[in-house]
C-alpha cells in the first residue's frame, strides 16, 4: 500500500505516467502479435479465402460446413481422447511418483531426473523416438514381442486405424508425466509435515493420511495441474503430425492438424480459421475458469 | 516386530516397482542410443533384440552432414537466443509495472497476458502468417524472432510479476528516498533481485522457443533457415526407410536442450513451478 501513496503523493492527483511507460511496449507488441490475430481469425472464420485474393465475406457458411465434415468430428472426439488422457494418467502417475519420491529413497535425484528427462525433448524428438518405437519390422515393442513368441500380437501400430490415436497419446504422456510430478513435488514440499504428524498421532493410516490430509492441501496445485493438462491436450500438433500426419484415412487427426491442412495445404484458410475459432471456444472455457480463480486469490492480496 | 518386518517388505516391494516403471521409461531414450549405432539393414531384418554385428557411427555422421543437422542446429540458436534476450528484456519491463504500481486498467493488462499465453497456437496461425507476409518478413529469421518474443511475453510477465511482487517494498522505497529514479530502482535494483526468477524462466525459456515446430512450419519455407524441429521434419521425409540416421538424428537435435538440462538443472526446475504453483 505504501508504495501507491508514494506514487500519488510525487504525481498529485494526476495519473501516473510512470508504470505505462514500462509496460507500452511488452503490452504492444502482445496486442500485436496475439491478441490482435485472435481477434482477426474470429473474423476470417466468417470468410472465404484462399490465400490469395482478398477474403470475402460469407457469414457463418464455414461452420455450417463444418457440421457436415465427418473429420471435424473425428479431430474432435480424439481431442476428447487427449484430454481425458491428460487429466488421469499424468495426474494419477505424477501424484503417485511425487508421494513416493519425496520420501528420502536412495538414487530419487536419479529417479526423477529419468522421469522429467523426456519433458525437455522437443515433440519431434518424441514423435520420431516413437515412430521408431511402434516401427513394425524392427521397433522395439514388435521386436520385443516376437522375442517372447507373442507374434500375433505385433502389427502396425499407427497404420492400425482403431489404435493410432491411442499410440501417439502413449507417447505424449511419456513426456508430460514428469512434468506433473514436478509440480507435485514442489506442492508436496509445502506441506507442514506437523499436519502430518498431528494425523499419525489421531491414528490415521497412510491411506487416510493421503485421503484426508495430503490431497486436500495439494488441491491448488491439481487445479493447475488439470488445467495445464488440458490446455496441453488441446494443444497437440507437433507429434500427430510427425509420427502420423492425421492418417490412416484421417482417423489419428485432432483439431489442429485438421485446422492446419485446410489453412495450409488446402488454401481452404476461411474454413481453417473456423476450426481455429471452435478450439478457442472450447480452450476458452478452461482460460475462463483459470482466470477467475486468479482474480479470487488476487482480491486476497 | 512383526508389523516392522511387514512395512519393510512393503517399502521394497514399492521401490522395486518404482525402479521397474524408471528403467521402462528410460527405455526408449536407450532404445534410441543403442539404434543409432547400428546398421538399418542388420536392425530391420533381425529384430531390435538381435546381437549388433558391426556398430557404426556412420548414421551419426550422415544425419549430421547430408541430412543437414549441422546446419539447422545453428538455425536454431539464431533464432532462440535473440528472442529469449527480447521477451526477458520487455517481460521484465511489463512485470515491474504490473508489480509495483496500482493503476487503471492494470488487471486488465495482467490478464490480457495471462489469457494470451493460454491460447491454442492455431487461433493465431492465419492472422500471423499474413501480418508476418505484409511486412515482408516471410521466410526470414526475424518472423520466428519477432513472433517468439511477442508470445512468449505472455507466460514471462505473469511469472515475473509474481516474483517481484515478493520484494520488500522497503528496500524500493529507500532507494527511492535517496533519489534513485524509477529507471534506476527497476534496472539497479529489482533486476538484480529478480536474477532468481530471470534465470529459471531463462531456462525454461530456451527449451521451449528452442523446441517450436509449428511456428518455424507456418513463417519458414527455405531449407537453409530452418531450426532443428522443421529440419529433422524434412529429415524425416528425406530418409523414409532409413530409421537409424532418423533416430541418430533426432538424438543430435536433442543435444543442446540436454546440456542446457543438465548444467541449469535446478533452474528449470524452479521455472517449472514458479509458472504454475503460484498461480
Avoid at chain 1, 82 to 91: C, K
Wanted: a positive charge.
Amino acid at each position: 500500500m505504501a508504495r501507491i501513496a508514494l506514487g500519488r503523493r510525487r504525481t498529485g492527483h494526476r495519473i501516473n505516467l510512470v508504470p505505462y511507460l514500462f509496460v507500452a511496449v511488452p503490452l504492444l507488441m502482445f496486442l500485436v502479435w496475439v491478441i490482435g490475430p485472435m481477434f482477426y481469425s474470429f473474423y476470417l472464420s466468417l470468410t472465404s479465402w484462399d490465400g490469395v485474393s482478398p477474403p470475402r465475406f460469407i457469414g457463418l457458411r464455414n461452420y455450417a460446413r463444418l457440421l457436415e465434415d465427418p473429420i471435424f468430428f473425428t479431430s474432435l472426439a480424439n481431442n476428447l481422447k487427449w484430454l481425458l488422457s491428460f487429466i488421469t494418467v499424468p495426474v494419477a502417475l505424477g501424484l503417485g511418483l511425487g508421494l513416493v519420491l519425496n520420501r528420502k529413497l536412495p538414487g530419487a535425484r536419479l529417479i526423477k531426473a529419468a522421469f522429467y528427462s523426456p519433458y525437455i525433448l522437443s515433440l519431434i524428438v518424441v514423435g520420431l523416438i516413437w515412430g521408431w518405437m511402434y516401427h513394425p519390422a524392427g521397433g522395439l515393442i514388435n521386436s520385443t514381442l516376437m522375442a517372447l513368441g507373442l507374434k500375433s500380437l505385433a502389427k502396425g501400430w499407427l497404420s492400425d486405424a482403431r489404435l493410432a490415436t491411442w499410440c501417439i497419446i502413449v507417447a505424449a504422456l511419456w513426456r508430460q508425466v514428469g512434468y506433473v510430478m514436478i509440480l507435485y513435488l514442489a506442492g508436496l514440499q509445502s506441506v507442514d509435515p506437523s499436519l502430518l504428524d498431528a494425523g499419525k498421532v489421531d491414528g490415521c493410516n497412510a491411506w487416510q493420511q493421503f485421503w484426508h490430509i495430503i490431497l486436500p492441501l495439494l488441491q491448488p496445485v491439481t487445479v493447475v495441474v488439470v488445467v495445464i493438462s488440458i490446455i496441453d491436450s488441446l494443444r497437440a500438433f507437433d507429434l500427430v503430425f510427425v509420427m502420423t500426419r492425421g492418417g490412416p484415412y484421417n482417423s489419428s487427426s485432432v483439431m489442429a492438424n485438421f485446422m492446419y491442412i485446410e489453412a495450409f495445404n488446402n488454401y481452404k484458410m476461411g474454413y481453417g480459421a473456423a476450426i481455429a475459432t471452435v478450439l478457442f471456444l472450447i480452450s476458452a472455457v478452461f482460460i475462463y475458469a483459470y482466470l477467475s480463480r486468479m482474480f479470487a486469490n488476487e482480491l486476497e492480496y | 516386530m512383526l508389523r516392522s518386518n511387514a512395512r519393510k517388505f512393503q517399502n521394497g516391494l514399492l521401490y522395486t516397482l518404482v525402479l521397474a516403471l524408471t528403467l521402462g521409461w528410460l527405455l526408449p531414450l536407450l532404445a534410441a542410443l543403442v539404434t543409432a549405432v547400428r546398421t538399418n539393414d542388420e536392425i530391420l531384418a533381425r529384430g531390435f533384440w538381435s546381437l549388433p554385428q558391426r556398430v557404426t557411427l556412420g548414421n551419426l555422421a550422415e544425419a549430421w552432414s547430408r541430412g543437414g543437422l549441422a546446419r539447422y542446429l545453428p538455425n536454431s540458436f539464431i533464432i532462440t537466443l535473440p528472442a529469449l534476450a527480447g521477451t526477458l528484456l520487455l517481460s521484465s519491463l511489463a512485470a515491474y509495472a504490473l508489480a509495483r504500481f496500482r493503476f487503471p486498467g492494470d488487471r486488465l493488462i495482467l490478464y490480457t497476458f495471462v489469457a494470451g499465453m493460454m491460447l491454442p497456437f492455431q487461433i493465431l496461425l492465419l492472422p500471423v502468417f499474413r501480418l508476418v507476409d505484409a511486412l515482408h518478413l516471410y521466410d526470414t529469421y526475424w518472423a520466428l524472432i519477432i513472433f517468439h518474443t511477442a508470445f512468449q511475453l505472455g507466460f514471462c510477465t505473469f511469472v515475473l510479476r509474481n516474483y517481484m511482487r515478493t520484494v520488500p517494498g522497503e528496500i524500493l522505497e529507500a532507494a527511492r528516498i535517496d533519489g534513485c529514479s524509477e529507471w534506476g530502482i527497476y534496472s539497479r535494483i529489482m533486476m538484480p533481485l529478480s536474477l532468481p526468477a530471470l534465470a529459471a524462466i531463462a531456462t525454461l525459456e530456451f527449451t521451449w522457443i528452442f523446441n517450436d515446430f509449428l511456428w518455424a512450419l507456418v513463417l519458414l519455407q527455405r531449407d537453409a533457415l530452418k531450426p532443428v524441429t522443421a529440419g529433422l521434419a524434412t529429415l524425416q521425409g528425406q530418409y523414409i526407410m532409413d530409421w537409424t540416421v532418423i533416430v541418430a538424428g533426432s538424438l543430435e537435435a536433442a543435444l543442446p536442450t540436454v546440456v542446457v538440462f543438465i548444467l541449469l538443472q535446478r533452474y528449470f526446475i524452479q521455472g517449472l513451478t514458479l509458472g504454475a504453483v503460484k498461480g
